[in-house]
């Protein structure tokens, strides 16, 4: 009786190890945020929100037109700057930071920012776009049990997902990427997850290294002028 217990505890522990297989977690995260018919819909997102930098108000609106082009927004003390990535040239111009005009992007970085072309998100058919993925495991995160996935994008720039156990929506992700030769890494935290009309569930909230963004619109499949791609 012993053994037969003791096989069944066996058993049963093999299928929650092949239950927390990459593509089990990233089934049971898809499933979570509306399905992947639905992602699969989404030509484009428009976001828009605020964040207090320093005492100091920063509106910031993204735009993702899928494949063809993102560009960000930035808005504090009565300058705008931007950051534009096509598949074949991006820039920035940032003249809160003394900028005067616009800069193209190195060929490096370009290849980088390729994701930020991506409206779906980079675990939808993630094969197909060229990326693979590992799981990691399992780790807390302040608090709360998560599957740890490891993105290895096909730009090169690879991602740290924490996907809660309970909710399967990610709460946590680490990106690496280079700047001036050093190697920077970022935390961004996830929360105030919503279902869009549309079908999908999109967090409103993140919490960055240097403050939080809350998104106060967000538009799905609106139309989008690709002349805004445009330096």
Known sequence: MKRILFSLVLLGAAFMVKAQTADEVINMHINAIGGADAWRKVSSIKMEGT??????????????????????????????????????????????????????????DLAESQDQLDAQGSLIDYAAKGHTVELLGKEDVDGTECYKLKVNKKGGTPETMFIDTKTNYVIRSVTKTKANGQEVETITNFSNYEKLPEGIVMSKSMTLPFGELNVTKLTINGTVDEAIFKN
């Open 51 to 108: 964040m207090q930098v320093q005492g100091a108000e920063v509106a910031i609106t993204q735009t993702v037109l899928h494949g063809k082009g993102s560009k960000q927004e930035i808005s504090v003390m009565g300058m705008t700057g931007f950051m534009i990535v096509t598949p074949t040239a991006g820039w920035n111009f940032m003249p809160f930071q003394g900028q005067t005009a616009p800069e193209a992007m190195t060929a490096e």
